[in-house]
């Protein structure tokens, strides 16, 4: 059993036989959120929902995730109001952090470090964006799903999978902060577009990514080997 088609697909080229591969999605369960928990964190991090653009990502900080790639384009976006949220720890905080200084933008970029309530911090976001350049069905990105936000992320492993491109979200290129930038303006300036991905992965989550619906899928593996 695997977690996207990108490595059914792998797996079937290294010529394991298809009778004995499984494709289910990792799935996760819908968050029950407590807005009292947000509220903290708003005023933990300085964040200002009503009035400001919240972009957000949840990953480890180290090279896979493309982190370096999200602050450049970060800094080619125009607005007092953004506010981008980094969520995680890893080898790279400390250079990261010099980055967004040196591109200008530590004043609209916090880091969170690692946080054991992600859901109650998502919810704070607009956008969620998944900048990787190596990835198989991100957790992150289907949390993110489930609580019907809009998804920016690369053309990487399942991330395509999970992200139908101008649907529920859009899909760039890996290593390219010009398409990032551009498709997150894109996004940023057009409400109702967000709301419609926000919809439409909203349900897709519930299609294909929801604990449910993984579960589900498993129990008819076993019971088609075991009876």
């Not at 609209?108 to 900048?131: A, E």
């Not at 289907?142 to 859009?170: H, L, N, W, Y």
């Not at 989550?205 to 075991?226: G, N």
């Amino acid at each position: 059993m695997h977690t996207c088609e990108a490595e059914y697909n792998l797996l079937r080229e290294l010529g394991i036989s298809e009778e004995k591969l499984h494709l289910i999605y990792n799935g996760v369960k819908e968050p029950i959120l407590d807005s009292d928990k947000s509220l903290e964190l708003t005023k933990k991090f300085q964040l200002d929902p009503a009035n400001q653009i919240i972009l957000g990502t949840a990953a480890r900080l180290d090279e896979a995730k493309g982190l370096t790639y999200l602050l450049q384009a970060f800094a080619k976006l125009q607005g007092e109001n953004l506010r981008l949220v980094i969520a995680g720890n890893g080898d790279l905080e400390a250079s990261l952090k010099q980055e967004a200084q040196d591109l200008g933008i530590s004043d609209r970029v916090i880091f969170t470090g690692y946080l054991d309530d992600l859901p109650n911090l998502m919810k704070l976001f607009d956008i969620f964006v998944l900048p990787s350049l190596q990835e198989a069905c991100s957790l992150a990105c289907a949390e993110a799903m489930s609580q019907g936000k809009p998804v920016v992320g690369t053309c990487v492993g399942g991330i395509a999978e999970q992200v139908s491109d101008r649907q529920t979200g859009f899909i760039v290129n890996p290593r390219d902060p010009d398409g990032l930038a551009e498709k997150i303006a894109e996004l940023i300036a057009d409400q109702d577009l967000r709301d419609r991905f926000a919809s439409s992965g909203y349900e897709r989550y519930h299609q294909l990514f929801s604990s449910e619906i993984m579960l589900t899928k498993t129990a008819e593996i076993y019971d088609l080997y075991l009876y």
